[in-house]
Structure formats: structure tokens, C-alpha cells
């Protein structure tokens, strides 16, 4: 199974912008699709970006559409979360997670999930 470690992390003002990464150990990366999900104080994880295995495609949660973008480097065995214009509502832990092998299916809900990281904060002071 892919192992996921998320970094980039840390304190932004509002407005500003952040790139968080996740490493994925094996040789496979290029198989998975991935995605993000954040999981703020008191509150469920909820999805927030996905990227098809081959980069070609991705899908956002209607409420970061404009702001973040995934990305994937499959020689680098990384994914990426770009998030401008930032918001205090922004601050949670955020999780790359990995769908199955040669995923093909058309939900990225949670429960699609084979793999999760270990998260990594972003906070955005109000």
C-alpha cells in the first residue's frame, strides 16, 4: 500500500497564499489518483481537490473553485495543493489521501479513500 506524507504546512495572513505536498513512497504513484481532504476544528473532513493517475483531469469542491488548484509531479512521486487568496475558514488539517490502483470511478467522496497521510495544519488567523 502507498505510504503518504504531507508537508508545507504552517501560519498564513488572509490573502496569502500557501502549497502544501505529499510524498508517496513505491514505484507505483503514477497509478493512484489523488486527492486532498481538510478536516477543520469541531468539524468533518470534507474533500477538497482531486487529480486523476495520468494528471489529466481533476475535480474541486465547489467551495475552493478558483482558489485551489491540485497538481502532480509522477517523477517526483508528488502531489500538490495550491490554495491562494486565503481565509481564516481555510485553517484546518489537511490530508492527501490515494484512491485505489488504476481508479477509474467517479466519486472522490471519502469513503473511495484506500490510503491517508498523517495531515499537515494550516492555520489562517482571523
Known amino acids: 500500500q502507498v505510504q503518504l506524507v504531507e508537508s508545507g504546512g504552517g501560519l498564513v495572513q488572509a490573502g496569502g497564499s500557501l502549497t502544501v505536498s505529499c510524498l508517496a513512497s513505491g514505484r507505483t504513484f503514477s497509478s493512484y489518483a489523488m486527492g486532498w481532504f481538510r478536516q477543520a476544528p469541531g468539524k468533518e473532513r470534507e474533500f477538497v481537490s482531486a487529480?486523476?493517475?495520468?494528471?489529466?483531469?481533476?475535480v474541486d469542491a465547489d467551495s475552493v473553485k478558483g482558489r485551489f488548484t491540485i497538481s502532480r509531479d509522477n517523477a517526483k512521486n508528488t502531489v500538490y495543493l495550491q490554495i491562494n487568496s486565503m481565509k481564516p475558514e481555510d485553517t484546518a488539517v489537511y490530508y492527501c489521501?490515494?484512491?485505489?490502483?488504476?481508479?477509474?470511478?467517479?466519486?472522490?467522496?471519502?469513503?473511495?479513500?484506500?490510503?491517508w497521510g498523517r495531515g499537515t495544519l494550516v492555520t489562517v488567523p482571523s
Open positions: 489521501a490515494a484512491y485505489p490502483l488504476w481508479y477509474t470511478g467517479n466519486s472522490y467522496a471519502r469513503k473511495e479513500v484506500d490510503a
Open positions: 487529480i486523476t493517475w495520468s494528471g489529466g483531469s481533476t
